[in-house]
């Protein structure tokens, strides 16, 4: 099968290099473009839930993608007020799915690896050093003003996908505002070689605290580890720099040794585009939405934006379809967001960071009893595929859309397809 369509991407982040691959996949001529002059290596995410391995299988890319670093299955959550362990196992579900298992490395290495594969296929190019300018669009094609080392060319394509960062230079360009916040908050990112593993600790953890909370996770397969956790925003970078031994010491053992690899510090958000789609534009990953990143709904939310994107802008490419089913994706992916992206990263930075002696027992026995009974941590495991897009349906509008009026509320329901959320209120864009 092959089109012959051109789709251009901009972005090579996750979500940009997998809606180029797939879409290759299907037949596409796919141009991908960055303004960066390679892929990024710094910290990023690097944990890959059972509904990202299910979507690295559905693109044929599970089996190289278990090469690139360990498995797990647990989960694990310190509460510092109690010194009480919760332990979650996805084992507990591997009747119900084959991906009951956690892949750890980082997306730069994911991005790599599928852009080695993506160049392999005919009709497949990357243009790096790149800058987006402008976008025209016509009743048939989308013509995209680019601007490199040699001056400004115009790249004309069937369709145009914004993959491009929290700060898409396509999302402003169509006019989508990037409703939601910024927290207060700096969160600090270090990548270090330490095993973790010998100290009770297991491949993926979450430490509740009001200060001293952490996020410590595997990274690969050679001792490297990722611990996250919080700044002062009033610091300026090299002094988060300077403290980063000082805040370590927190949850290393007294007198560890270890190696410091990388460092740096960023602001986090709670943010969606008024809109996921104009005309031949679409938006994926955090071009479309942004999140805090404990409980990684935002790396997550991003991969299936790209394999449902992936799944129906092929079937417009190739004459399947009419472009409603992009419409349907617009619509899914900011139900998505808003409905269960969002609220949960928000309540897991809640638990991690909550501060009233109160809550945070509440939270504890929570979680304590969840990982006490069975049935109910089955279900808590198989959560993580609701981020996964329901299948198209025609005439969405008049079956779909007053389902979900009547089970979210209406204001709220007809909000998605365009407009803001009572949890999302606020308009200005990122600078």
């Known amino acids: 099968m092959s089109s012959g369509k051109h789709v251009l991407v901009v972005g090579t982040g996750p979500a940009g290099i997998v809606s180029a691959y797939g879409l290759a996949l299907k037949g596409a001529r796919v141009t991908l473009i960055d303004r960066e002059t390679q892929v990024i290596d710094s910290p990023r995410a690097m944990v890959y839930l059972p509904s ?32 009480n362990v919760g332990r979650m196992d996805h084992r507990l579900v591997q009747d119900l799915t084959p991906y009951h298992f956690i892949l750890h490395f980082g997306q730069d290495v994911l991005a790599n690896m599928v852009l080695e594969r993506l160049l392999a296929l005919p009709g497949t190019e990357v243009k790096w050093g790149t800058t987006l300018e402008a976008i025209e669009q016509r009743d048939d094609q989308v013509l995209a003003t680019v601007s490199d080392a040699t001056g400004q060319h115009v790249i004309a394509a069937d ?47 979450m430490v509740s605290d009001p200060v001293n909370w952490a996020v410590i996770a595997r990274i690969d397969n050679s001792g490297l580890w990722r611990v ?11 002094e988060r720099l300077d403290r980063v031994d000082q805040r370590l010491r927190h949850w290393l053992p007294e007198g560890a040794e270890y190696r410091l690899v990388r460092a740096n510090s960023y602001r986090v958000h709670q943010r969606s585009a008024s809109s996921y789609r104009a005309g031949r534009v ?18 997550t939310s991003g991969i299936q934006d790209a394999v449902t994107l992936v799944d129906l802008l092929a079937k417009v490419l190739n004459g399947e ?8 994706y617009a619509y899914e992916r900011r139900r998505i967001f808003l409905e269960i992206a969002n609220p949960t990263a928000i309540e897991f930075k809640r638990r991690t960071q909550e501060a009233d002696p109160q809550k945070r027992l509440e939270d504890e026995q929570n979680f304590l009893h969840l990982v006490e009974d069975t049935d109910t941590m089955r279900v808590a ?9 329901r299948p198209y349906q025609v005439g969405w509008r008049e079956s ?20 803001t959320t009572s949890t999302l209120r606020h308009t200005e864009e990122i600078e």
């Open 282 to 299: 679409l938006l994926a990953g955090d071009a479309a939405h942004a999140t805090n990143p404990i409980g990684g709904m935002g790396f």
């Open 321 to 328: 379809t009419s472009d409603d089913v992009l419409d349907w």
């Open 381 to 389: 495991l198989m959560s993580i595929f609701g981020l996964e897009s």
């Open 52 to 83: 990202t391995v299910k979507a690295l299988d559905k693109l044929g890319l599970l089996d190289e993608a278990r090469k690139l670093g360990p498995e797990s299955y647990d989960y694990q959550c310190y509460f510092a007020q109690s010194g």
């Open 228 to 238: 996250a956790y919080g700044e002062d925003s009033e610091l300026t970078e090299q």
């Open 159 to 205: 369709w145009l996908i914004g993959a491009d960062g929290a700060r898409s230079t396509v999302r402003k360009l169509i006019g989508a505002t990037f409703d939601g916040f910024t927290w207060p908050d700096t969160f600090m990112a270090t990548n270090i070689e330490f095993d973790f593993g010998k100290h009770g600790f297991a491949d993926s953890n």
């Open 400 to 419: 779909v859309v007053p389902e979900d009026q009547q089970r979210s509320g209406s204001d709220k329901a007809k909000s998605l397809v365009g407009g």
